[in-house]
Each structure stands twice: as C-alpha cells, then as structure tokens.
C-alpha cells in the first residue's frame, strides 16, 4: 500500500516560523512533525512514500532523502506552486499506483492507527467507494464543522441524519478515481470532492476520539512540543513498533 504526506504548503499562520522552514520540518518532541509521520507509517507496514512539496521543498528532500533511514521508501511530488490537497494528490498519481492510498497531511499530529488503512483500503475496493475519511471532535478554532457521520458513512448536508458535524482530521483513504475530474498540474480543493463522493454514497468515514491537533499556528505547536516531550502524556515515543 502507498500513502501520501501533504507537505506543500505555505504556512502563512506559522509565520515567522515558515519563512525559513517548511511547516512539516517544525519540530515537536524533539522531531519534526514530519518524522513522526515516517516512523508510524512503516511502524503499521507501509513503506511506500509519496511526499509533495513546494515552498522551501528542497529542505524536505535534503532532510529526509530517498526515506532509508527512516526505513521506509520515498519519492517526491514537486510542485512549482502548491496546488491545494486534490491538485497536489492528482499530480502524484503516477507514483501512487492503481489501488486505494493513504493521504495524511503534513502538518497534524494524530494516534489513529494508521494500520486499519489496510483494511479501509479492501473496503473501498469491495464496495465501488472512493474516499474514506477519518473525522474528529471540533476543535476550538473550527467549530462548525465539515462533515456528518451516519452509519459509517460520510455525509455533507446536516438534514440527512441528526448527527452533528465533525471536523475532517486531514487522514483519509482514497481511490485513484476519486481525482478523475482534476487534470494533473490544476489547482484543486479536496472538500468538493469529498462532497460530491459523499453525494453519490461512494464515501465512508469514523469518528476518531484519540489525540489530534492540527498545528496550524506556533502557539498549538508550543502546545503540541510540550505534551510530546512529557513523558506522562501518554504518546508513544518517537520509534515505536505496530500494536497488535
């Protein structure tokens, strides 16, 4: 199995923290975020990397190499310009391969065991579906939310069922085919995507209740640092083996 790492974009609320680093080299627990990524991927069997990158993409490829000392296999996804989620993703198709791939963004940090992708996958495949999202409680800073969960399965309007909204975690499990629409090099948002799969109940999710953050500004990674390099937190240290 494949799985993507979105790392190409800007970070204009990271400033000034971005104006020399990309965002998935800031560090938390005495890694970078990125790094963290690499290591619980192989931990759950996947080794296949595809890493885009844009702004300040030369540090990821100098930083991480072709992903042997992490154990793992990466190749990379340049883009000129950063070409939002869905355009990034169609881009680096070619290096993805035919089947269903997991896509994690760069710059959250999350215990959802990334090895039930294995599984998602061969659902998708069973049912003909295209996307399989991993959704969270709210967090402050989004309180509206994105999505509903219904039965396993994503929806986008709130008067199919009475579940309230959650918030798209950035982890999701997705089919080649889900990007059909998106010509390679275009600039594209996943959400109408996710919408339009979800429309067509050909998109599944659940709800996560573990750990999350999306480190969108410097005071959530001052936050984030802080709980990983506790070691009462409870977070599993930086190389760590699949659980059963």
């Not at 994503?154 to 009475?162: F, I, K, V």
Request: hydrophobic fraction near 40%; charged fraction near 20%.
């Amino acid at each position: 199995m494949h799985a993507m790492i979105l790392a190409a974009g800007r970070g204009e609320r990271m400033k000034p923290l971005t104006d020399t680093r990309p965002k998935p080299l800031l560090e938390a627990g005495g890694q970078p975020l990125i790094v963290w990524h690499l290591q619980r991927l192989r931990a759950a069997g996947i080794h296949d990397i595809v890493i885009n990158h844009a702004w300040l993409g030369e540090q990821i490829e100098s930083a991480l190499g072709d992903g042997r000392g992490f154990g793992v296999s990466i190749r990379y996804s340049a883009e000129a310009q950063a070409l939002e989620t869905a355009g990034g993703i169609a881009r680096a198709l070619p290096l993805l391969g035919p089947e269903p791939f997991l896509v994690v963004n760069g710059d959250i940090w999350c215990d959802w065991r990334l090895e039930r992708a294995h599984a998602i996958s061969a659902q998708l495949r069973a049912l003909n579906w295209q996307a399989w999202c991993v959704l969270v409680d709210n967090p402050e800073h989004h309180r509206t939310g994105d999505f509903v969960l219904e039965h396993g399965r994503l929806l986008e309007d709130p008067r199919a069922g009475e579940q309230p909204r959650l918030t798209f975690s950035g982890i999701g499990v997705y089919h080649p085919s889900l990007f059909d629409s998106i010509e390679s090099g275009t600039r594209a948002a996943l959400a109408p995507l996710l919408r339009q799969a979800a429309a067509q109940g050909r998109a599944g999710a659940e709800h996560h209740r573990g750990q999350w953050t999306d480190v969108g500004t410097p005071e959530r990674l001052r936050e984030l640092d802080a709980r990983l390099s506790n070691p009462h937190a409870g977070v599993p240290p930086p190389d760590f083996s699949p659980t059963a």
